[in-house]
């Protein structure tokens, strides 16, 4: 049986050197502990890993009795088991559906019943069509009877950019967008015994982001609105903004529970991104404040007449940027500062 780090699979000895030499410094083990699902006090369930298909790219890790989360699928899927079926929060890429699937029928043959997506990216909405189309209807009823297809719910925000006006080319397929929508902040419902809240978070990563509460398995999934592996995405093209992404992750913090009193069991709230690993409230406090750290900074320098190339060149992400920054790719830290810059830069006022 293996367990799980932050950098993945790892064996039950190496885990146990892990904890005893996080438990030297009380801040290094409070962060290590975060995703460290293999604790001897955890029950045996928690610690099940699902074993891919041979040759597949993704991997399923449980992390509840009834919560899973595909990791490699171009963003990471949540799955969520009961008696009503399965129900998952992001379908991940267009390109990797078939193996999600599969992932899918290696840990229960029930029928997926709804499908929760975050955001509008691509990432996230790709294999919709293909997911739902392997599924059937939540509701049956007088209007879909027939349909052998699942649900899609996502922030009315979202079918604004994937679908388009009639007579233009659409940037996603019908098949993606989804089948039912909200407007209000929160939309809640009761499924395979949960109690599941979708609370949007405008103007955050981007204008449709939501996130995904399960209330009995303690478990949010955050969509984009954290990524460990790097500074926030900023889409201002899309609505983001940099105050946005702080209201989106103070409310997280709300919501999130801490390793507290009990600090080396694993009783906290999991806290799963878009991309990369599982977090808990004591990384996300890290991450809140770092963004608010570097906003501060930016909001400085802008007062003191700075350009956006002196801002840069000063380097506000100063003590952050070999943690979270990149030079290449598509998010680089520059792209940060300036995301931030530009948002501070056209609200001050004169």
Known sequence: MQEMTANGPVTRETSRRVRLKCMKTSGAWLVALVVMLGSSHAPQGLRAQQRPPEGAAVETIQIRSNLYVVFGAGGNVVMHLGPEGVILVDSGSAAMADQVLAAIKTVTTDPIRLIINTSADADHVGGNETIAAAGVSINPNAFNSGTEAAAVLAHENVLNRVSASTGEQPPFPVGTWPTDTYIAKTISMYLNDEGIQVMHQPAAHSDGDSIVFFRRADVIATGDIIDLRRFPVIDAATGGSVQGELDALN??????IPAMPLVYKEGRTYLVPGHGRIADHAELVEYRDMVTVIRDRIKDMIDKGMTLQQVTAANPTQGYRARYGSD????????????IFNELRSTRRP
Do not use: I, N, S
């Open 251 to 256: 409310r997280l913090l709300d919501l999130a």
């Open 328 to 339: 290449t790719g598509p998010w680089t830290t520059d792209m940060f500062v300036e995301a």
